[in-house]
């Protein structure tokens, strides 16, 4: 299996507003919310947004991270709310899609329940290690994983999103159980990954890249697309 291959493919950020007759431009945008915890690169990018478009609509624009529930606790607060364009919703586009998929009784219609309006950026993934785990690469991590199955566990920022179903494929291909461990967001991740808690975790390579560069955690593997490399060769 080639490590690049593991992790192939992309996310998408978008924007979904209230399904209807509703716009952004059919009222004053007064709240952004951000489905996941607050500190990571995606709850950065929503602060970002208001120094953009705030002046547009000339008021404060507020963002509010309503976190739990692998990210149904915001969607279906802007699913509630009125559709008058003053409620966006920041999430992935994968969230949005494969979150149905793994409710027993989905409780949102992509389709009907929201109006797409906006990709905003995208985010490659990584596989990490911290420090008390001594593999030199993604084939050191194997072999420990192999050596260690009592062990196997690995983390991701939530379930239904693109690291659920990335460390879900691995564990495919290996043909070793793995324990996936659910958190609210990157941060507490990494945190345990620095601590020995948790072998390794498949998280967002922008959360992963600082503590790399300083030597906390390693990155062994990172996502491609179509066979070209996407994200940069990681280096300390």
């Not at 062990?151 to 996936?180: C, D, M, Y």
Request: proline share 8%.
């Amino acid at each position: 299996m080639d490590r690049r291959e593991f992790l192939a493919g992309s996310i998408g950020w978008s924007l979904a507003a209230g399904a209807g007759e509703a716009l952004a431009q059919s009222g004053p945008l007064t709240k952004i919310i951000f489905p996941f915890a607050a500190g990571g690169s995606g709850d950065t990018l929503c602060r970002l947004l208001p120094q953009q478009i705030g002046p547009l609509f000339d008021r404060t624009i507020i963002v509010e991270d309503r976190n739990g529930g692998d990210g149904l606790i915001g969607i279906k607060s802007v699913k509630g709310a009125k559709p008058d364009g003053t409620t966006i919703l920041v999430t992935t586009g994968p969230t949005m899609f494969l979150l149905p998929m793994v409710e027993a009784k989905p409780s949102f219609d992509r389709d009907k329940d929201f109006m797409p309006v906006s990709l905003l950026t995208r985010f490659e993934f990584c596989v990490a290690i911290g420090p008390a785990l001594e593999a030199k690469d993604f084939a050191g991590l194997v072999a420990w994983l192999k050596a260690n199955p009592a062990k196997a566990s690995f983390g991701v920022p939530s379930n239904g999103t693109i690291p659920h179903f990335a460390g879900s494929r691995l564990e495919e291909i290996l043909k070793i159980p793995l324990t996936r461990v659910a958190y609210r967001g990157t941060t507490p991740i990494i945190n345990d990954l620095l601590g020995g808690h948790l072998p390794f975790a498949v998280i967002t390579a922008a959360d992963a890249i600082p503590q790399h560069r300083s030597g906390g955690i390693k990155i062994l593997a990172g996502a491609v697309r179509r066979g070209r490399r996407s994200c940069p060769r990681y280096r300390r």
